[in-house]
């Protein structure tokens, strides 16, 4: 191949890459969240996400559901219990 061609091709992939990256990251979206307040402070969630939906008390199911290829035997066995940890919550979370 005839080192022209190769540098214009290379010059080409160059300034290509340059114009198109900026594109494809303007299609990329952030989750919208939501603020919710956890023990006096206010903190950003993702809106509808497990923490949004159900705090620190998500059923085992509703987890099996969202991710079925997760193995969750062993959170099968523990009892979930209301814990104070300077705010209210759940152990364990399921997360």
């Known amino acids: 191949m005839n080192i022209h061609i190769k540098m214009a091709t290379v010059v080409f992939g160059f300034?290509?890459?340059s114009v198109?990256?900026?594109s494809w990251?303007?299609?990329v979206t952030a989750?919208?969240?939501t603020l919710i307040n956890i023990g006096g402070h206010v903190v950003p969630v993702v809106a509808g996400g497990l923490y949004d939906?159900?705090?620190?008390n998500p059923p085992l199911s509703v987890i099996a559901s969202?991710?079925?290829d997760v193995d969750l035997s062993w959170f099968k066995s523990i009892k979930k219990e209301k814990v104070d940890i300077g705010f209210e919550s759940y152990s364990?979370?399921?997360y």
């Open 31 to 33: 989750p919208k969240q």
């Open 15 to 17: 300034i290509l890459s």
């Open 53 to 56: 939906r159900f705090r620190s």
């Open 20 to 22: 198109e990256t900026p």
């Open 25 to 27: 990251a303007q299609n």
């Open 92 to 94: 364990p979370n399921f």
């Open 66 to 68: 969202e991710a079925p």
